[in-house]
């Protein structure tokens, strides 16, 4: 069992950054590939970016590569997202998420959810 707790959302206005931090429990979450997804306004969850175990293997969505970076820290439990460049079509809720199995775009391969953290974009 992994237990994920998003941290970092907020309001921040249109060009800024944000960086936010999924912490893991338990002892094998270097094991497992993790992700990152979002969820705005009337809208499905879509798959943001992803990293494989060893964080030698990262995944973007087309909407956010060159803005977002994804990295992890293993020694402790820990993945981040960073976002620069923040426009409103990025405002939503985020969510971290573990892979058992490697690392995949589809939200339906997760098996372990956070409950998510809200970021706003003003403009």
């Known amino acids: 069992q992994v237990q994920l707790v998003e941290s970092g959302g907020g309001l921040v206005q249109a060009g800024g950054s944000l960086r936010l931090s999924c912490a893991a429990s338990?002892?094998?979450?270097?094991?497992?590939?993790m992700g990152w997804f979002r969820q705005g306004p009337g809208k499905e969850r879509e798959f943001v970016a992803a990293?494989?175990?060893?964080?030698?293997?990262?995944y973007y969505a087309d909407s956010v590569k060159g803005r977002f970076t994804i990295s992890r820290d293993n020694a402790k439990n820990t993945v981040y997202l960073q976002m620069n460049s923040l426009k409103p079509e990025d405002t939503a809720v985020y969510y971290c998420?573990?892979?058992?199995?490697?690392?995949?775009?589809?939200?339906?391969?997760?098996?372990?959810w956070g409950q998510g953290t809200q970021v706003t974009v003003s403009s």
């Open positions: 990293i494989s175990w060893s964080g030698g293997n990262t």
């Open positions: 338990g002892r094998t979450f270097s094991s497992y590939a």
């Open positions: 998420a573990a892979d058992r199995i490697g690392v995949a775009t589809m939200s339906i391969a997760y098996d372990y």
